[in-house]
C-alpha cells in the first residue's frame, strides 16, 4: 500500500511515520532524509541539494523525482505488502505527475493521502524548537517532547542538533514555498477521490489514531 504524507513543514509527518513504523510493517521514504543523508557524505547531490535547503527553497524537480525512484525500486519484494510512506514527496505538480506515471508503469497506485491540517503559528513554535539525533534520526522538542538529558539522544545517548533549516528565517520561508509550491497538492488529490484530512495539531498518539481510523476507511 502506498500513502504520502502531505504537509506543511513542522505539520508532523516525520513523528508519525515513525509511530506508524512502530505499529506496522511499513518503510518511509523521506526526499529530505536523503538529502541530508547526501549532504553529511558530501556527495555531488548533496552538495547541490544543500544550497537549496539551506534557503528553505525546493531542489529541483530533476534531482528529486530519479532519487524517489532510485530508493522506491530498491525496496522490491522485501515490501511487496509493507505501507510505503512517501513522506515529504511530492511537492510540486510535477513531481506528482511523476508519481503517477512511475507508479503507473509499476502497476501500482497511490492508495491514500493523508494531509495534515496545522496553523502557521504552530509550525513554527514546533520547528524552531526541534532537536534530532544526527545518529538514529530520533525527533525530539525542547518544550513539547524533551529528551530525558538535555540535548541527548534518549534512545542512543547521541548529542542532539538543531537541523539548519530550523532557524526563524528558514522556517518561513519554507512555509512560504510550501503554500506557494506544495499546498496546490491539496486539491490535486482531492479531485482523485483520495485526500484524508486529520488534525495535525493534537497530540502525536492521537495524530496516529486518525491515521489508523482513515486505513480502517480504505480497508
Ligand atoms: P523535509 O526534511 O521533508 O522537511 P519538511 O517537509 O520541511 O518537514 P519537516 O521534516 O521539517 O517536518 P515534519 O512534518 O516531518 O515534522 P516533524 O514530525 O519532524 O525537507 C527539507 C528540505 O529538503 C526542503 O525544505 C527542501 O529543500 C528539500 N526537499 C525535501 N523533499 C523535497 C522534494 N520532494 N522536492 C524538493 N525539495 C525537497 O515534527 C516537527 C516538530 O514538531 C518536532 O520537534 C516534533 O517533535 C514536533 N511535533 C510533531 N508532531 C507533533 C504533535 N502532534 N504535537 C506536538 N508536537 C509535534
Known amino acids: 500500500m502506498n500513502i504520502i504524507l502531505l504537509g506543511p513543514p513542522g505539520a508532523g509527518k516525520g513523528t508519525l511515520s515513525s509511530k506508524i513504523i512502530e505499529n506496522k510493517q511499513a518503510v518511509q521514504i ?32 530533476e534531482l528529486t523525482i530519479d532519487l524517489l525512484w532510485d530508493k522506491f525500486d530498491t525496496l522490491g519484494e522485501d515490501h511487496k505488502d509493507s505501507i510505503i510512506l512517501f513522506d515529504g514527496f511530492p511537492r510540486t505538480i510535477s513531481q506528482a505527475k511523476a508519481l503517477d506515471e512511475g507508479m503507473e508503469e509499476r502497476n501500482q497506485k497511490i492508495d491514500m493521502v ?76 482531492t479531485n482523485k477521490g483520495i485526500l484524508k484530512s486529520i488534525d495535525g495539531t493534537k497530540k502525536p498518539d492521537l495524530v496516529y489514531k486518525e491515521f489508523e481510523d482513515k486505513l480502517e476507511e480504505i480497508n
Open 114 to 189: 493523508i494531509y495534515f491540517d496545522v496553523d502557521d503559528e504552530i509550525l513554527i513554535q514546533r520547528l524552531t524548537g526541534r532537536r534530532t539525533c544526527p545518529q538514529c534520526g530520533a525527533t525530539y522538542h525542547i518544550t513539547n517532547n524533551p529528551p530525558k538529558i538535555e540535548d541527548v539522544c534518549d534512545k542512543c545517548g547521541t548529542k542532539l542538533i538543531q537541523r539548519a533549516d530550523d532557524t526563524i528565517e528558514t522556517v518561513e520561508n519554507r512555509i512560504k514555498v510550501y503554500n506557494k509550491q506544495t499546498s496546490v497538492l491539496i486539491e490535486y488529490y
Open 30 to 61: 523521506s526526499t529530505g532524509d536523503i538529502f541530508r543523508y547526501n549532504i553529511s557524505n558530501e556527495t555531488e547531490l548533496g552538495l547541490k541539494a544543500k544550497a537549496y535547503m539551506d534557503k528553505g527553497e525546493l531542489v529541483p524537480d
